[in-house]
Nanobody, 118 residues
Framework: QVQLVESGGGLVQPGGSLKLSCAAS????????IAWYRQTPGKEREFVAL??????????NYAGSERDRFTISRDNAKRTVYLEMNSLKPEDTAVYYC?????????WGQGTQVTVSS
């Protein structure tokens, strides 16, 4: 059974940093592209960042301005994907989720809340 557990969220001031973690189990981790997504109330869940599988070089891709502020990485030995977020803005406030890419409907976890506020 695929399981993805997000952690590391919290309350941070504008300009601050957070590092999110996504612990994966139940599938051959190295074989899969993994992405971070986020959702705010009343809006569709949106793509944030992607890291491809080991066989395609673990290349990365980002949405919009996140390219300059966020860094996605993976530790295959720990079966974990990270999202390091710097220069956080109030508009980054959301629940952050990880999932395979393309996302699997039944693999969404609980997410981790990130709140950027002074």
């Amino acid at each position: 059974q695929v399981q993805l557990v997000e952690s590391g969220g919290g309350l941070v001031q504008p300009g601050g940093s957070l590092k999110l973690s996504c612990a994966a189990s139940g599938f051959t981790f190295n074989d899969y592209h993994i992405a971070w997504y986020r959702q705010t109330p009343g809006k569709e869940r949106e793509f944030v960042a992607l890291i491809t599988n080991t066989y395609t070089g673990s290349t990365t891709n980002y949405a919009g301005s996140e390219r300059d502020r966020f860094t996605i990485s993976r530790d295959n030995a720990k079966r974990t994907v990270y999202l390091e977020m710097n220069s956080l803005k109030p508009e980054d406030t959301a629940v952050y989720y990880c999932n395979q890419f393309p996302p699997q409907r039944n693999s969404w976890g609980q997410g981790t809340q990130v709140t950027v506020s002074s």
